[in-house]
């Protein structure tokens, strides 16, 4: 033990005896745990100090291991070998420990000889998330099993289930010679005027899924199975998670939070100002507002965000700021606040045993705090507190602004229409309108006092962002679809309201993209998924969106997992489609994260397909499931509305038969499980539509089988495939399988592109192909970007052709596969810069327009300004010199053709 060792734990031993009357007695009746800390240390001494055994008197023996714990952790706080952290764990620790020795003793005295079970202790609070105060008490919710609990042959399993709660809480709150061990506050459970002091889990159960309030939701942000029937009490926190955890956001629950929040403020800041008789826990600035801000952010984001889920404190400040919903800065100040404020708290309830938490009034009482933390005197400990009080209600402040009351919309006609008009809508006639109908509830979604609150709550701001729209009245009647289509409309106005940055993006979204309007029409929280900052950021690839969705689809059964990856799918689509509205990202960027959106969702998909027919009918022996993907997903580039081009093979002997319960030869085997991959990509479930897939282009198109094998597929690609088949394998990538299976498939298709061609037959094959397809399926305008003189589909097969006869920049991507052939001087250099026009406009047409017609006049400067040019004339100018740059390669391609068909002729 070193010198300063020595004299930090005297000092503390000092102060205790000097300032703390509470533990000096305890110091006086455990001389010999004393003597160990002065010479060893608090661990060291706390090692010594263990449960009572079972059958002694619990009572008392209880309270004299609480009495030597507390003297030890007192000293060890006190003498900073312990800091805040250490001390609240091992508090909680003892408190769980000395629950479960009730328990086990009430058990004992009821039902002799039965282990305890089928009673458990729920933890909330502070206990919940390991952060137990000095002197607290504690705030459990008990549940029982009426099957499982034990109990005497003529006992009600519930009057059983009380008499056992009711004698373990005597055991721990009782106040005796020696004291008492924890004080037990059950009035936390659902509704405990009336309900008795422990509940069947089912009950609570039901309770917590249809009825709990909204302070109820962030008191389960810290819980926890702490003692009893641990995997009793896990099994009915794992239940509620859909509870505490929420994906769509019920912006009133976080508003009556905030409102408590308030209530307590207020309370406790009547006259009040810092200085002696603050009150650290509820006080402004104090140790509430800390638990609030991490909880309130926790409440918005934890539902989408499985690592936000953590009980403490400080640890969810951590998370938040990993996450990167707060700032760094701001989660280090306030977790140095909270170890300052508990530290504080903690010298208070030290002295006399009380759970008190605000500063003396009396000047010799602050005095004696502040010594027994080591200071002077008490204005040295005030001035020490002030300024961590003002910076935590500054943040707290800034989390949830006082609430000032916002200036409603005007009720009568002649005020509304001024405002309506300096909002951006004259006339106003139609906007007059559609607010009186919504005053009056023509729509059911308004038709309740509620949502009447919460519209002339979101008026002002929604108004404001439908005026500021690029069409203002075509917005408020899509908004009005909108509205008219849900119901209720009372969660999404308080949404808006809460969030007045998502009323812009939303009306702008309605104003500018008709797809996006359907979507959020059909689901309406999609535009919660906004309220992250990530949802602006570069698109997630697979890999990373794979990592993000295990968590929530692992244990899933395959029908809720075909819905919740359709909802993972459209909040992910919505936002790409919102990214391009705000002009976030370059539609190209954009393109690439659709891809790899669908290509998350196809993994996903096809492995639990795969899995639950393994189940019905084994495995075919070395053999395996591949899919081939070609056009936009093949070459990584999909529209908002892309279908996905799909080739099922399958590897190994197409003579062998599955191994399982009801076995199938593998070609039945795999065309069979092929439908069912295509049924879980394609088919609308009650979460909505996912992809629509397209498998003509497999050997023999639609006449053939769904599914062949590897040698099949290569012998027909080599045997009998048309030119325009080998041209589409030039975006053909695999995308399902094992690593191995998709190299062999891989190799395929490099070997089939491999293949010498005779150029002019080759030409003449492609403009035969092309000639079908346009007389097929004309141009449906000027601005149909793919067909047409020029288009896309024209870029595509003079690429492929040149791909094929020079037999390079075989990439499936068209801008990486033209960079090769720029590269190689096998392309024109304009061709690059006219494919990354053409391209930009279809992925933004195919939002703004997307049934072929112009886009609208709001829509043009957007699209123009996505694809790089200052206006919509530029676009059509840059566009009609694109086609033209496009229309040149492919004629000088074609000759080709016309020469073959004369020598042919």
């Known amino acids: 033990m070193t010198a300063s060792d020595a004299s930090s734990r005297q ?18 009746l455990n001389p010999d745990d004393v003597s160990r800390f002065l010479a060893d240390g608090t661990d060291a001494a706390l090692a010594d100090v263990a449960p009572p055994p079972a059958g002694d008197d619990i009572m008392r023996t209880l309270r004299q291991w609480r009495g030597r714990m507390a003297l030890l952790l007192a000293l060890g706080d006190l003498s900073g070998e312990h800091d805040v952290a250490t001390t609240t764990r091992l508090l909680s620790g003892f408190a769980d420990a000395a629950c479960d020795a009730a328990l086990a ?19 909330l609070g502070k206990l919940g998330s390991f952060e137990l105060n000095y002197s607290s008490d504690i705030d459990p919710i008990l549940i029982f099993d009426p099957e499982t609990l034990p109990r005497r042959s003529r006992d009600d399993p519930g009057e059983a289930a009380v008499r056992i709660a009711r004698r373990m809480t005597e055991i721990l709150s009782a106040r005796t010679g020696d004291g008492h061990v924890l004080r037990v506050d059950l009035r936390l459970r659902p509704h405990p005027e009336v309900t008795p002091i422990v509940l069947p889990e089912s009950a609570a159960i039901s309770y917590y899924e249809s009825e709990a309030l909204a302070w109820e939701q962030a008191a389960f942000i810290r819980s926890r199975a702490s003692a009893g029937d641990r995997a009793l009490g896990e099994n009915f926190l794992a239940a509620i998670q859909p509870f505490i955890w929420r994906r769509s956001l019920d912006f009133r629950q976080l508003k009556e939070i905030g409102a408590m929040s308030d209530r307590i403020r207020d309370h406790f800041a009547q006259g009040q100002a810092f200085g002696p008789g603050f009150d650290l826990k509820r006080g402004r600035g104090g140790i509430r507002e800390i638990e609030f801000f991490a909880q309130v952010h926790q409440l918005i984001y934890g539902g989408r965000d499985p690592s936000l889920r953590v009980p403490a404190t400080v640890d969810a400040l951590a998370a938040l700021a990993a996450a990167g919903r707060i700032e760094p800065d701001v989660a280090t100040r306030l977790s140095d606040h909270y170890a300052t404020l508990r530290r504080i708290e903690h010298r208070l309830q030290m002295i006399e045993d009380q759970q008190t938490h605000s500063l003396p009034i009396q000047e010799a009482a602050l005095d004696c705090v502040a010594r027994l933390d080591g200071k002077a005197d008490g204005a040295a400990l005030l001035a020490a507190l002030e300024p961590v009080v003002a910076d935590v209600g500054s943040c707290y402040d800034r989390l949830v602004a006082e609430r000032a009351v916002t200036k409603g919309l005007s009720r009568d006609e002649d005020g509304l229409t001024a405002q309506l008009i300096a909002a951006g809508f004259d006339p106003p ?63 999404f106005f308080h949404l808006l309201a809460a969030q007045p940055e998502l009323a812009k993006i939303a009306t702008r979204t309605l104003s500018l993209a008709p797809t996006l309007a359907e979507a959020l029409g059909a689901r309406v929280e999609l535009i919660e998924g906004l309220i992250d900052k990530r949802a602006f950021e570069a698109p997630a690839t697979k890999a990373e969106l794979l990592a993000e969705w295990a968590p929530g689809l692992a244990g ?28 976030a990202n370059d539609p190209l960027v954009v393109a690439s994260g659709y891809a790899e959106l669908a290509e998350a969702a196809l993994r996903v998909l096809a492995d639990a397909t795969v ?23 093949g070459g990584s580039a999909l529209t908002h509305a892309s279908d996905l081009d799909l080739i099922y093979l399958f590897t190994g002997d197409h003579l062998a038969e599955s191994d399982g319960p009801r076995p199938l030869g593998a070609t039945t085997y795999y065309n069979r499980l092929a439908q069912r991959v295509t049924g879980a990509m394609s088919v609308p479930t009650a979460a909505g539509k996912l992809y629509d897939v397209d498998t003509r282009l497999r050997p023999q198109g639609a006449q053939g089988p769904l599914v062949v094998t590897l ?27 094992s690593d191995a299976a998709k190299a062999e498939v891989q190799r395929i298709v490099d070997d089939l592109l491999a293949i010498p061609r005779d150029p002019a037959k080759l030409a003449a094959d492609a403009a035969e192909m092309r000639d079908k397809i346009a007389a097929h399926k004309p141009a449906k305008g000027a601005l149909d970007i793919k067909g047409g003189p020029g288009g896309l589909v024209d870029l595509e097969f003079a690429m492929q052709v040149t791909q094929l006869v020079s037999g390079q920049c075989h990439h499936p991507n068209i801008s990486a596969a033209l960079a090769c052939m720029k590269a190689a001087g096998l392309a024109p250099p304009e061709v690059c810069d006219a494919h990354g026009l053409l391209a930009r406009m279809l992925v933004m047409l195919r939002l703004t327009a997307p049934d072929g017609e112009p886009a609208t006049a709001a829509a043009r400067g957007l699209v123009a300004a996505a694809c790089g040019e200052p206006g919509w004339p530029q676009l059509l100018a840059a566009h009609d010199m694109a086609r033209q740059e496009i229309a040149n390669w492919w004629a000088s391609i074609r000759p080709a053709a016309s020469a073959q068909q004369e020598i042919q002729t």
């Open 11 to 28: 000092s503390a031993l000092d102060r205790l005896a000097a300032h703390a009357p509470f533990l000096a007695r305890l110091a006086e």
């Open 105 to 123: 003793a009430a058990f004992a005295e009821r039902v002799p000889g039965e282990e305890p079970r089928g009673l458990a202790v729920i933890a």
């Open 429 to 491: 006639d139609a906007a007059l309108r559609t607010i009186a109908e919504w005053r009056g509830g023509k729509l059911r979604a308004l038709r309740s006092p509620a949502a009447q609150g919460a519209l002339e709550t979101v008026l002002p701001e929604l108004i404001k962002a439908i005026g500021a729209a690029p069409d203002p009245h075509a917005t408020l009647l899509r908004f009005d679809k909108l509205v008219g289509g849900l119901p209720s409309a009372v969660g």
């Open 556 to 583: 899933l059964d395959y029908e809720r997992l075909l819905d919740r990856v359709r909802d993972r799918v459209g909040e992910r689509r919505f936002a790409y489609g919102v990214q391009l509205i705000a002009g």
């Open 611 to 633: 899995a639950e027919f393994v189940a019905a009918h084994g495995r075919v022996p070395d053999s395996e499931l591949v899919i081939l993907a070609l056009g936009r997903l």
């Open 711 to 737: 040698d099949s597929f290569e012998r027909y690609q080599r045997e009998e495939a048309w030119t325009w088949e080998h041209m589409a394998l030039l975006r053909a990538r695999p995308v399902y399988g």
